[in-house]
């Protein structure tokens, strides 16, 4: 195994606990690290098939806690949004839509922190769609398709496992049209496959290993962890942007 595909399994082992844990963020820590390693048009489209993995897992783990109604307005955006997502990969510099990305979440974290939100708001057609379609434009352009639902899910109140439940079945199918839009537009090299044989396994395995603490996790503290990822997440995007 060369370095790189170590990366990958390490990487995504990492990745696959945080989602597993928290049901965004995956992407988040692996995609940076392998990133170093890995031409990022190749990494871009790893995540997305790792993606499937990880969400898979954590929709399998907890699908009867799933809010199927409030997937309708997501997936409405959604469709759209991840058909966007592939023009800007191709014609877009990444820079430009991941700077733009880490500001907006970084608003909303602090917005959150300053109060305006300290009540739960509702669920509705409009947010959901609007989270689903901006998560639809990023998983596809820079694989970063759950601070938006995230964001989303964290205003709306849900607990824990109704979040992680809700978001893996939206994950798992988004990426899904992700990675048919992704093979038709000739992404997957035979490099792309081959560390995606190494990081299934390891992002699996990851995703199930998080599995005990997630039945322990309150719903104050879960909300703190939620608003430290996306804030994480927009640091990270600001900060690649400037790369």
């Not at 309708?72 to 469709?79: K, L």
């Not at 990305?101 to 922190?113: D, K, M, N, S, Y």
């Not at 996790?217 to 879960?222: E, K, Q, R």
Request: glycine letters at 12%; proline letters at 6%; aromatic letters at 12%.
């Amino acid at each position: 195994m060369d370095v790189p595909a170590l990366v990958v399994v390490l990487a995504w082992f990492a990745g696959g606990f945080v989602s597993g844990a928290s049901g965004i963020g995956g992407a988040m820590i692996a995609l940076p690290v392998a990133a170093l390693f890995i031409p990022i048009q190749d990494v871009i489209a790893l995540s997305c098939i790792l993606n499937i993995a990880m969400d898979g897992m954590i929709a399998a783990l907890h699908f009867r806690h799933c809010k199927v109604r409030a997937l309708y307005p997501m997936f409405a955006g959604a469709i759209p949004g991840s058909i966007i997502g592939l023009f800007i990969l191709q014609m877009v510099p990444g820079s430009m839509l991941q700077g733009l990305t880490g500001l907006l979440l970084l608003a909303f974290v602090l917005w959150q922190r300053k109060g305006s939100f300290s009540q739960p708001g509702r669920e509705s057609w409009l947010a959901g769609g609007m989270a689903g379609f901006a998560s639809g434009v990023l998983g596809s352009a820079i694989s970063f398709d759950g601070p938006p639902v995230g964001a989303y899910g964290l205003y709306a109140g849900w607990a824990p496992r109704t979040f992680l439940g809700t978001l893996g079945v939206f994950f798992v199918i988004r990426a899904s049209l992700t990675c048919v839009l992704q093979a038709g537009a000739g992404l997957y090299t035979p490099e792309v496959l081959r560390y995606a044989a190494y990081g299934l396994p390891a992002t699996m395995l990851g995703t199930l290993c998080a599995f005990p603490f997630v039945k322990r996790i309150d719903p104050a503290p879960f909300r703190n962890v939620l608003q430290g990822i996306i804030a994480i997440a927009a640091l990270v995007c600001i900060w690649r942007a400037w790369l």
